[in-house]
């Protein structure tokens, strides 16, 4: 099968191009652009887009699950079908490799296949339902039934570093299209033509089940103009955001200045606060050690779970183990990063951390002159006093880079968790019978986190209901939310109240009978009893 | 027992007054000013209530459901021992009656005990767990467990026209303790006196359980300011509001100028519109009249839910249901506003639309001359065509106030409703042979309310589970979400997974035993099994 990459904007499924600008992915490995021009996409194609979505919503808000389930398990297949031409686009558009991106894709076919099993079990619509009391003084009570509905138009951003799990058909559209919402994506330009191959797959999964055209439209573009105006736009019920800081405010300060203000979830970036309590690292040793340098430098460090902060005491033990970190970091060949932007803004933020007269680097800190873009492996070092002290070493370094946290004891250790910001992740170490103190300090990261690890690594965000990859600002603008895992469709679904209402008015999932088989609450309690 | 009303304003426990400013409450039913004085608080004792309410955060975020269930208990229990006290000072202040007040006390402590069952039943935490997969290939899953934490110290601000349901210990306020979040209420000026007396049934409560102080803290104040500097408090994580679009959205875009953003659960007001298809007009008759008449003068017509849309089709049946619903309106006795703002709103924004060519005054549209505020109970009427055309008639009139839609045809009703704003509630009154019109209908209204009702009216908003008490903004902003019901507690929770940790330091919900007996999500299935 050959498919073509055009370069065009594929807008609801028509190919549109109406604009002069074009621009160009550049392959990592060799810093030479490849061989695609990908249109702008214009302001223009953002109003098509977004009228074309407006008139999907109104066929995709009463699709049932069943008929969602299997448009997105038609996506999952028609991602496959594109075989290995998706593998070698993305390879030469970010050099992750064909491993990496072998298994990326899996657990991006793999999650749309899970929400068509969540759709399929369908308790996710939350029925809640009370039941009429016609004898109630002084005034009967109505029957009143709730259940989720999709929210309307989703806009999504799609981040640099998982062009397949975050990408155009990554977690975010997955979870807003189960819910029943079309989606806009602003693709990155850092991977142009994997965005279209997604687009071609979907576009085809559109076709095989007869979903509207506009449940989805791709816009490429390299500037920021095309996605502020795509934030404006009348009809957005929400959007979702994979990246930067500053991208991610940048978009919430847009939406929040709407005349109709909407939800934002932007996840942007983290420095997963680990600690390493002192007989965990007795213990732990080599292994150890090799495992905290495989996390950090995972994917060149460009994860948004790298752990990039490393708190221990100040001891021998500690300090021979940091020597140990940094000479395995120091050994490892460093990696390609994801794009030009990348280096320039890790080697700034490097230096400046660097630049600090508290800061020691231990390796690394600076550019590898390579024809691959590309950073030293980098360690450094501070005291917890100076990291109390300056907020500013809370600064993310978005690469192979971590800071260790040398605490003088832990209470000291302890107050330096309590002037965190906001995070993904905070992990703890710990020997069997030092569980009591990592309980005693998971209580302070409980408010600093989303997700508490013991004796494992951040990175590896696993699929799972249970999964909550979010957190206390700035990790996200939600932390009510996740954009990973199950509970991701929450984000994009509005419960609506039914009252007095005979069954034949009713959706089925608060019908009578139960006809889904769903879990509900019903008068209190949970059942799948019919009434 | 004497309970005596200072007048200050009392912080964490402590009364502190330590600016010059004061303020005075009106008697609507007599135009004078009531018998108490109040200080403005100051923006000192906004930091002390910030302050303390960081500090009852640590204890508050680690107290176990029954214990929260003890403590809404002891303040439902509280707030009945002010007697006769409370019901006499909010009548004097709001005019609403003492049998309207006697059934919305019963409302508040009925609520906060409905969320002490919540507490108790336990499952609200929302536990997820996914068991270990250690034989997985390429790498083994680790366990990993969710469950709901509350999210920090709220700011609550109340509004004038439910003293006490919505008021200082009212439905946000119980949903929010519930939660385990300290509150700060920026009380309505409208009602001082009864706020006040809420604080002293909360301290006695606190007092009573060994809360800290600093759960629970009380502004008054009649200006904007107070308001303002409260949300720009940086332990703040949440604010829930309930008064004008006006009042809500300059919270809204204060919090979203705040450099640590946090949600705004604001309840903004509704016009609800209300369908009334032509045989249920024909079989209603004259107690359709009476109901509906009754629906728009509850409470002075100063509800949220308030019908203040009326659409039927132009014919001889509807325009005599106009002329007799007008009539009744004319006969009945003009209620008492809750204060002069509210009226100088109600006249300018009534003055306004009855100004327009396309609108007919039927009764009313004057303001009442007399001791009391008052307004005359006011029909007006105009085409759906100028409704279509003329957006600015989705004006709110917050009192006895409503606005009938004549429809050349159910299609133009249907037109009509597309260009509906958000709204909290949507009705129609159909017959039996009319529900499959009706249904129709309701596809469109669904888009536009959080509550759809049939043949009911939607004042009266139950606290039960499944009631939605929100809607697509303007009705609010955060239509995820209900302020009325159990769910309200949601909006005041943050999920936190923890991964790889022994029951020994997970919290009782998300242990392998279930010692709570709660309902939980246990590989993908609804259990309240042990692991």
Redesign the interface.
Known sequence: MTIEITGQNIIAGQVVANGAGTFQAVNPATSKTTSYTFHEATFKSVDVAATAAAEAFDVL??TSAEQRAIFLETIAAEIEALGDTLLEAANEETALGLPRLT?ERGRTTGQLRAFA?LLR?G?FVDA???TAQLDRQ??P??D???MS?P??VVAIFTPNNFPFAFGVLGGDTASALAAGCPVIVKGHPSHPASNELFAIAINRAIAKTGFPAGTFSLLQGSGIDIGQYLVKQAVLRAVAFTGSLKGGRAI??TA?YRP????VFAEMGSINPVALLPKAILQGGDSLADNLVNSVTLGSGQFCTNPGLIFLLDNADSNAFIETVSEKMQAKQAGTLLNSGVKQYLEANVSTTMGKDSVQIKTGGSIVEDARICYENTVMQTSAQAFIDDADLQREHFGPVTLFVLCQSLDEMKAAFQTLEGNLTATIHAADDE?KT??KL??VL??K????????FPT?V?V?????H?G???AT????T?SVGM?AI?RF??????????D??LPEAIQNANPLNI?R?VD?E?TKDSL
Request: charged share 20%.
């Open positions: 808000r009463n298994g099993t079990e308790s809640i339902i009370d002084p005034t009570r109505s009143i039934r709730r509905f929210i309307g919430f300060d929040a109709h203000p909407i939800p569980l990592a309980t998971f209580d409980r408010e986190a989303g997700r508490l690890l013991l004796n494992g590896g696993e799972v209901q249970s999964m909550v979010g206390p600002y700035p603008t939600a932390s009510g996740s509970t929450r679904l509005r419960p609506i109240a039914f009252q007095n209402m005979p034949s008015m879990w609450i209190g949970y």
